[in-house]
């Protein structure tokens, strides 16, 4: 395993993890109800994706 020889001081330690953020989901209007979708996913709301029914919802 690696040993540091040195100490990394915060400065140095902060500046390697400036780029660790999250970034928001891209989100796309579903073709059928237009609602707010991630793409590659089905509708949470009518349950379609690319213009077919995949799963079954029912209104209550």
């Known amino acids: 395993m690696a ?3 040195h100490r990394v001081s915060k400065q140095r330690r902060d500046k390697r993890r400036t780029h ?11 073709s059928n109800c237009g609602a707010a979708v991630m793409y590659h996913r089905v509708c949470p709301e009518c ?4 213009g077919r029914q995949i799963i079954e919802k ?3």
């Open 58 to 60: 029912t209104v209550v």
């Open 47 to 50: 349950g379609y994706y690319r």
């Open 3 to 5: 040993h540091p020889k």
């Open 20 to 30: 660790y953020k999250l970034t928001t989901p891209t989100l796309a209007a579903c």
